[in-house]
Every structure is written in C-alpha cells, then in structure tokens.
C-alpha cells in the first residue's frame, strides 16, 4: 500500500499533469465537474503508475500547454472529459 509520501507525490504529479493539460482541478471542483471522491481515485490511480519518473521528467520538459498527457498516464480519460466540458 502507497505511504503518505507515495500520495503526496502522485498528488503533485496529478496535480501538475492538469495544469500541463490547461485543466485547473481546484476550479472543476468548484464548478461541479470534478469531486474530491474522483480526485481522490485520480491519485490513487497515479500511485498504480510504473513511470513516475518519466512523468516527472515529462512535466519537467513542458513549456507550454500539452495537447495530450504521455501514453501511460492513467488518468488520460479523466483529463479528457474535464477538458471536454
């Protein structure tokens, strides 16, 4: 089972992975697009990832706004539904 550590660096990687997509998570909750429970699993999904790093080195490379997150993200569909709406 993932640590508080393991958490509180998948939040950051989700967190990041949004804002790299033009997605401000804080702001789809407040409009009711996103819930805490949904966040929630994002992160824990995020914990589920083999490449934390190449995420991390991914994000790191990002200057602009990205069209799509890389191939082994696990929360590509969520993202895409939120950009969606």
């Known amino acids: 089972m993932p640590g508080r550590t393991d958490f509180k660096r998948h939040a950051t990687l989700v967190d990041h992975m949004a804002n790299t997509l033009g997605l401000d998570l804080e702001e789809q ?3 009711g697009k996103l819930t805490f429970s949904q966040l ?3 992160v824990l999904s995020c914990t589920g990832c ?3 790093c190449a995420c991390e080195t991914w994000l790191a490379t990002r200057a602009e706004t990205a069209e799509a997150p890389p191939f082994y993200c ?4 969520l993202f895409d539904e939120l ?3």
């Open 74 to 77: 696990r929360n590509t569909q």
């Open 29 to 31: 909750m407040l409009r």
């Open 50 to 52: 083999t490449q934390p």
């Open 83 to 85: 950009r969606k709406t």
């Open 40 to 42: 929630d699993d994002a």
